[in-house]
């Protein structure tokens, strides 16, 4: 009897034993960095994976105010953080003293600042020739701005949860080489006035997570 041809049968391997165990990190949480200013000035809350934090270092003693809670910078005081990651939606609440003069509430590295004059809020890069000017804030009062970069390499502006239609192009910060984070200064110009929850963002928030962000109906952590 002729015998049946016996195709070829692969080793049956023991998955646990003989496979090598990988562990694949979570990808990191959209929210990179939260600063609460409520049990700590510098403290941020931090999702890198690699256990680096980036938390503020406090210079000329700005101070914490409560209700809401929030860190204070006047007479030059600032606070500053090295960070290393993509950027791609900053979003804070600010309270200016005094609208009258220029109020620089953030800059990033050299290339990239925000700042309160007048009536006008100015979004400027050093690379660019137009800045953007928003007056659709309240003078003297809390104010939410968030920046989200989207697709087209634009930031998309939004202040009190409106998104502002005469969005410019922006370098992207994201791409900056030295990415240092400053609050309440700029190139020795300062702020006089508040920043409460500052947060920032591995991805594009869409217009219901930045409305709900405003109106505190969000969970950051799962957003």
């Given at each position: 009897?002729?015998?049946?041809?016996?195709?070829?049968?692969?080793?049956?391997?023991?998955?646990?034993?003989?496979?090598?165990?990988?562990?694949?990190?979570?990808?990191?949480?959209?929210?990179?960095?939260?600063?609460?200013?409520?049990?700590?000035?510098?403290?941020g809350l931090d999702e890198n994976?690699?256990?680096?934090?980036?938390?503020?270092?406090?210079?000329?003693?700005?101070?914490?105010?409560?209700?809401?809670?929030?860190?204070r910078f006047v007479n030059g005081?600032?606070?500053?953080?090295?960070?290393?990651?993509?950027?791609?939606?900053?979003?804070?609440?600010?309270?200016?003293?005094?609208?009258?003069?220029?109020?620089?509430?953030?800059?990033?590295?050299d290339a990239f600042y925000i700042?309160?004059?007048?009536?006008?809020?100015?979004?400027?890069?050093?690379?660019?020739?137009?800045?953007?000017?928003?007056?659709?804030?309240?003078?003297?009062?809390?104010?939410?701005?968030?920046?989200?970069?989207?697709?087209?390499?634009?930031?998309?502006?939004?202040?009190?949860?409106?998104?502002?239609?005469?969005?410019?192009?922006?370098?992207?910060?994201?791409?900056?080489?030295?990415?240092?984070?400053?609050?309440?200064?700029?190139?020795?110009?300062?702020?006089?006035?508040?920043?409460?929850?500052?947060?920032?963002?591995?991805?594009?928030?869409?217009?219901?997570?930045?409305?709900?962000?405003?109106?505190?109906?969000?969970?950051?952590?799962?957003?």
């Open positions: 009897m002729k015998e049946t041809p016996r195709f070829y049968e692969r080793p049956v391997l023991n998955i646990k034993k003989d496979r090598p165990l990988i562990k694949i990190p979570e990808p990191p949480k959209p929210l990179r960095i939260w600063y609460k200013f409520k049990n700590s000035l510098t403290l994976p690699n256990d680096i934090k980036y938390d503020l270092i406090l210079v000329n003693n700005p101070t914490y105010v409560s209700s809401p809670d929030s860190i005081s600032y606070a500053y953080s090295n960070i290393d990651f993509k950027i791609k939606t900053l979003s804070f609440w600010f309270n200016v003293d005094d609208c009258n003069i220029d109020n620089y509430l953030l800059s990033i590295s700042k309160q004059n007048n009536s006008n809020l100015v979004i400027q890069t050093n690379t660019d020739v137009n800045s953007t000017i928003i007056t659709d804030h309240i003078r003297n009062e809390w104010n939410h701005l968030v920046l989200n970069y989207n697709s087209l390499n634009k930031y998309d502006i939004y202040i009190n949860s409106n998104l502002l239609l005469d969005t410019v192009a922006y370098t992207d910060i994201s791409l900056l080489n030295d990415k240092t984070l400053y609050l309440g200064q700029h190139q020795n110009n300062n702020l006089n006035g508040n920043i409460s929850d500052f947060q920032m963002y591995y991805k594009q928030l869409s217009q219901l997570e930045i409305f709900d962000l405003c109106n505190s109906n969000i969970d950051l952590y799962n957003i």
